[in-house]
């Protein structure tokens, strides 16, 4: 079945040691997005791409970054990470247009 | 810039009995799309119905259907003969119909379903 595959599902890392998420997708879709979702929160986007383009949102801290070195993947690294950052991170993916989002399973991230 | 607002924070609902959650939000732009979501703890967030701002008809899939007021900017679930499986977050989303605006969906707070046996 074609899917959102989000790697690890559980990642732990060390207050300030650099850490990268990997997300997948088989749908091939345009667009790409990073979730942010703290416990019973909505899902705060980080940034998108829209192809080849990327898209940040105003209020993303500068320790995130995304690359998409293609279609398929797209990562999400944190360069410092701070207690703050733990939570839930989701990538989804759409066509462009009014189409809804896929989501993968999510990455579940801890600071120690 | 559009805001999405879930009045409800919890609700609950019997088992095979009918319950409606509420969302409305503010936009200015007249082409849109409004989605549903369900995220079950601990699992995938997935989409539950869509609806195009410039269709009248409110969109339906299986037990789930939708009240949509363009006017008053609302749109609200109704799940129909709730089942145990039901029990989520769900999340009311907006997304801005013109592609060269960007891609972003905009979520509301989400409200928690429990579904009692």
């Known amino acids: 079945d074609a899917m959102v595959i989000q790697n690890p599902r559980y990642q732990v890392t060390q207050f300030g040691k650099p850490v990268t998420l990997s997300c997948s997708q088989t749908?091939?879709?345009?667009?790409m997005y990073w979730y942010q979702q703290k416990s019973s929160q909505a899902p705060k986007l980080l940034f998108h791409?829209?192809?080849?383009?990327?898209?940040n949102e105003a209020d993303t801290p500068d320790n995130f970054q995304s690359r998409r070195p293609n279609t398929s993947f797209c990562f999400l690294d944190i360069r410092s990470p701070g207690l703050g950052d733990a939570a839930m991170y989701l990538c989804?993916?759409?066509?462009?247009?009014?189409?809804?989002?896929?989501f993968g399973d999510g990455t579940r991230l801890s600071i120690l | 810039a559009q805001t999405v607002t879930q009045s409800q924070p919890e609700m609950s609902v019997q088992e095979a009995e009918t319950v409606t959650l509420s969302c409305t939000y503010d936009?200015?732009?007249?082409?849109?799309?409004l989605f549903w979501y369900k995220q079950p703890p601990s699992r995938q967030m997935i989409l539950v119905i869509r609806?195009?701002?410039?269709?009248?008809q409110n969109a339906t899939e299986n037990r789930f259907s939708v009240n949509f007021q363009k006017a008053a900017k609302s749109f609200s679930l109704k799940i129909s003969d709730s089942q145990l499986g039901d029990a989520a977050m769900y999340f009311c989303a907006y997304r801005r119909g013109a592609d060269n605006y960007g891609q972003n969906f905009v979520f509301g707070p989400g409200t928690r379903l429990s579904v009692l046996p």
């Open positions: 989804a993916t759409s066509r462009k247009g009014g189409q809804p989002q896929h």
């Open positions: 609806q195009e701002a410039y269709k009248q």
């Open positions: 791409y829209y192809d080849k383009d990327f898209n």
């Open positions: 749908l091939n879709h345009n667009v």
């Open positions: 936009t200015s732009e007249s082409d849109y799309y």
